[in-house]
């Protein structure tokens, strides 16, 4: 019964809340938009509900709680009235609150309001299907109006004239800080969308440290039990690793799994430390770029993994772990030392909640017999947002004129909320993702952070396209600053924020991989596979995987490395390798 | 001597087909007047049939073509036979043949030899309910998807799972099955037999119920022991199954299992492990650079299909011919 009651209790809330013409109710000192719709579609809950009177009660006796914030959103760009309509791909399985739907929810409506873009279900899937749908479309002519598109797709999508050249409504829709924030016209991530003069598409520009760059991470707690300092170098890892795996706390020691280089307890960080990184095509002299996996230097990052391999301080079984299969070592105690991405923070928050005693602690990269740090560096060029073949131009200009909005909202923050946490791409709506708690301070709502950001990467379709290098490092930093501020200078949001002990740990490791670039070795090449890459690639990533893992467990001796090299260059190596230099030369010049 | 030949079974079933087309056959205009219902119940099983196996069948060109999803099948250009080409010039394409061959031929041996020896070892059996359990608990696996045998079967193969335990009390080292490339293709065919022996046991039990009890109280009488009734009685009763099995299972040796490579292979065992499909499903689902290479995936796959045609045939016709079996 109770927990009826408190359904009720938030559906009304939430109803209240959907829309923001309610959440500018709540805010009598904010600023109201200038040229906003008259109204967003009544929340579908009130039709739902006997008594649509009975919605309003509950807010009233709130809100007699202050916000200290300014919860509106920006105004600065055209609204297109009527909307107009724009299809695109959504992900299967969305679900919503009850009372909301895809297209009524405060995520969406933000967007018709502010923008007057409604964005429409072209059809929903993801993967493999996703692919499959788009080729199918193509063929019969009913593309999305936007779409990503990568690789040979999108250069295929060029060539047979399938998308828009967007160049002259970009030059004159996008605003000078989105071609800034977005490095326009030269980075690197435009190349594959730019032909000439033409220009088919806007890319993804996750910048640096995106979400699958390694920090290094131990078991603090044991580090203390032994009066232990945590370690700086490769060797230091290995006495540390001993050390945990002598005194009985763990069984291995290094956290490890199939795949040497990867996105998730990977070993990216030893290579690394040797100035190296297998499966990179890296700069080499004379403007050329080599393949990394050949240098000597990874025949001693080998030698030290397959010396701990010996010692046991990996599991004997490593090899046949994925990534996920892995990290449940780091549950079980039986790993002091592995590597993971920073919203692994999160993760960590709930292992030291779930195992009294347990701390993790992030470490420097360790460094080589030569002084030297690495780790890998995610791609910075990704898929690009295409638009359709006949769009109208309006629809497109509309979809500059959304970025344009979200970008700005997200940089200049300051100026229209000051919350801050996600900035622009986070509704932090009342009743959803918190409520109003005792001495009128905010505490969490009914709906998590993760659900928001779910909708936040469907609805406006925009997510990933409105971000740009710093987009994820921003607000970290922000956060960062307010902890160490003093709690009554800051407002009850900004609180509310602090008091999440897993977005302060995230922020803290998302900074710690930012601030790190310098050690980052980057993949510089981002072109699509060539013919001889098509031919020969396959069986060449095969047999490097299957040599290094056999070295590193023994199988086969460590200078197996030194016929693998011959061995890869006479297998086609060697045209691959002039392939890529030759993509190299026309696309960087030279 | 000529009474036996006519009297057997095939004899008797030639003489009923030749008969039957001997004597002139209504036009079908009139079979179907008669059995019109017969059909009508036929047509939504053709209809499945044509749309979702025979009308797919046009994408086979994307064999013969450099295809690409925006060209769409019949505008991508032809190459010929270039995709089997780049197959064979490929590095990997004899060793993964190899193993494709000896793990499938492994398995069809095993499971099978496996089954049969356990269907006539249960056969023994007379305690019924103890019967009944032994064969539940052996189907059992039969019925789970490499999926989940495949991650019980890495804990259990792992260097301090629970085989190696076993065999470390009779003081043999650690045996890597998942890491050794001279050991994995083993691994591969006795988990196999493991999780199929018990379902493949099924056929042979069923043929063992249908051999007449008399005979075994006859010989019995005659002073049979347990093994002379196995060798003089079962073994040749169960024959003809056992040529069956063998025969229609060579319609098989191009499968090596392509969930059960997937789940238990890792990079230390790729040159002993890798087979047909796993290749087709690197190489063309998966590809280099996001971009699959369909034309040889489909190729190979084509290339598989083919030589499975071929086979199947063969087995069909074999059994036909050993063993009294057809379906036409």
């Not at chain 1, 803290?508 to 670039?517: A, I, M, R």
């Not at chain 2, 099983?45 to 064999?63: D, N, Q, R, T």
């Not at chain 2, 040796?253 to 790729?270: K, S, T």
């Amino acid at each position: 019964m109770s927990k009826k009651m408190n359904r009720r209790k938030f559906l009304r809330v939430s109803a209240a809340s959907a829309g923001t013409l309610a959440l500018a109710a709540c805010a009598p000192q904010a600023a109201a938009p200038t040229t906003a719709p008259a109204a967003t579609e009544p929340p579908a809950v009130t039709e739902a509900t006997a008594a649509p009177a009975a919605t309003a009660a509950p807010v009233a006796a709130t809100s007699s709680c202050q916000m200290d914030w300014n919860p509106t959103f920006p105004q600065p760009f055209k609204v297109y009235d009527p909307p107009l309509e724009v299809a695109v791909i959504w992900p299967p399985g969305m679900t919503f609150p009850e009372g909301m739907s895809w297209n009524n929810n405060p995520m969406y409506n933000r967007t018709v309001e502010y923008t007057g873009i409604k964005f429409t279900i072209h059809w929903e899937a993801s993967g493999d299907l996703l692919e499959q749908k788009l080729a199918a479309d193509l063929a019969a002519g009913t593309l999305p109006d936007v779409f990503y598109a990568a690789g040979l797709f999108l250069e295929q999508l060029i060539d047979n004239n399938a998308i828009e050249d967007i160049k002259s409504i970009w030059e004159t829709t996008a605003s000078p800080l989105t071609k800034e924030k977005k490095m326009y016209p030269d980075y690197k991530w435009w190349k594959p969308v730019r032909r000439g003069d033409k220009l088919y598409g806007i890319p993804y520009t996750w910048g640096p440290a995106y979400n699958v760059d390694n920090l290094c991470f131990v078991r603090q707690d044991w580090l203390d039990k032994l009066g232990l300092q945590p370690p700086e170098t490769v060797e230091q890892w290995g006495e540390v690793a001993r050390a945990f795996r002598d005194a009985g706390l763990c069984q291995f020691g290094i956290n490890a799994c199939k795949r040497l280089v990867t996105w998730y307890q990977s070993l990216d960080p030893i290579f690394g430390a040797f100035g190296v990184m297998p499966g990179f095509w890296v700069k080499a002299e004379g403007g050329t770029l080599k393949y990394d996996s050949l240098s000597p230097a990874v025949k001693d990052a080998l030698a030290v993994i397959r010396q701990w391999y010996e010692e046991g301080l990996l599991d004997p079984d490593f090899y046949t772990y994925g990534e996920g299969d892995a990290a449940g070592h780091i549950a079980a105690s039986k790993v002091g030392l592995f590597t993971a991405p920073w919203w692994h923070g999160g993760m960590q928050v709930k292992l030291e909640q779930e195992n009294p005693g347990m701390k993790l602690a992030p470490i420097p990269y360790p460094k080589g017999p030569q002084g030297k740090q690495g780790r890998k560096a995610s791609s910075e060029v990704g898929p690009s947002v295409v638009f359709r073949k006949g769009l109208d131009p309006l629809k497109i200009e509309a979809c500059i004129n959304n970025l344009n909005w979200h970008i700005e909202m997200h940089v200049n923050w300051q100026k229209y909320q000051q919350y801050g946490e996600w900035r622009n791409s986070h509704a932090f709506v009342e009743g959803l993702e918190w409520v109003w708690g005792e001495n009128c301070e905010l505490k969490d709502g009914p709906l998590a952070m993760p659900k928001t950001y779910e909708w936040m990467n469907t609805i406006d379709f925009g997510f990933p396209y409105v971000v740009y290098p710093t987009y994820q490092a921003d607000p970290f930093r922000d956060i960062l600053e307010w902890s160490k501020q003093d709690p009554s200078k800051l407002n009850k949001a900004q609180r509310f924020l602090l008091n999440n002990p897993i977005v302060l740990r995230e922020a803290d490791y998302y900074s710690k991989v930012f601030d790190t670039l310098d050690t980052q070795i980057v993949n510089e090449y981002f072109g699509n596979p060539t013919d001889a890459m098509k031919q020969y690639l396959p069986d060449l990533s095969s047999l490097e995987s299957e040599v290094f893992t056999n070295i590193v467990i023994g199988n086969e001796p460590l200078d197996r490395f030194d016929s693998f090299v011959e061995e890869w260059k006479a297998k086609g190596g060697e045209d691959v390798t002039r392939d890529v230099n030759a993509w190299y030369k026309a696309t960087f010049g030279g | 001597m000529t009474e036996l030949i006519r009297t057997s079974p095939s004899v008797l079933l030639a003489e009923k087909t030749a008969r039957a087309t001997t004597t002139r056959r209504p036009p079908f205009r009139v079979i179907l007047k008669q059995h019109w219902m017969l059909y009508a119940m036929l047509l939504p099983a053709l209809i499945l049939l044509a749309l979702f196996h025979f009308y797919p069948i046009w994408g086979v060109l994307i064999a013969f073509k450099d295809y690409s999803p925006v060209k769409g099948i019949l505008d991508s250009p032809w190459v010929g036979l270039d995709n089997f080409r780049r197959f064979f010039e490929s590095q990997n394409a004899w060793p993964i043949i190899r193993n494709t061959l000896f793990i499938a031929i492994g398995k069809i041996f095993f499971v099978q030899l496996a089954a049969l020896v356990f269907a006539l070892m249960l056969n023994e059996v007379r305690i019924r309910i103890f019967k009944r359990a032994i064969q539940t608990a052996t189907t059992l696996p039969h019925f789970l998807s490499w999926v989940i045998i495949g991650g019980i079967m890495v804990q259990i193969l792992s260097t301090t799972g629970v085989v190696n335990r076993v065999i470390g009390l009779l003081g043999i080292a650690p045996i890597r099955f998942l890491g050794r490339p001279d050991i994995f293709p083993w691994t591969l065919i006795f988990s196999e037999v493991w999780k199929e022996f018990g379902f493949a046991a099924v056929i042979y039990l069923a043929a063992l119920t249908a051999i007449n009890p008399e005979l075994y109280e006859a010989a019995a009488v005659d002073g049979a022991g347990r093994f002379g009734r196995l060798f003089h009685i079962t073994l040749p009763g169960i024959r003809p199954t056992i040529v069956l099995m063998a025969c229609l299972s060579l319609g098989s040796v191009l499968n090596a299992g392509f969930e059960q490579v997937l789940v238990l292979y890792n990079p230390v065992v790729y040159r002993t492990g890798d087979i047909i499909d796993t290749f087709v499903f690197r190489v063309g689902l998966v590809g280099q650079g996001g971009m699959p290479d369909y034309g040889l995936g489909a190729a190979v796959g084509l290339l598989k299909s083919g030589i499975g045609f071929f086979l199947i045939l063969l087995s069909y016709w074999l059994a036909d011919r050993f063993a009294n079996y057809r379906i036409f």
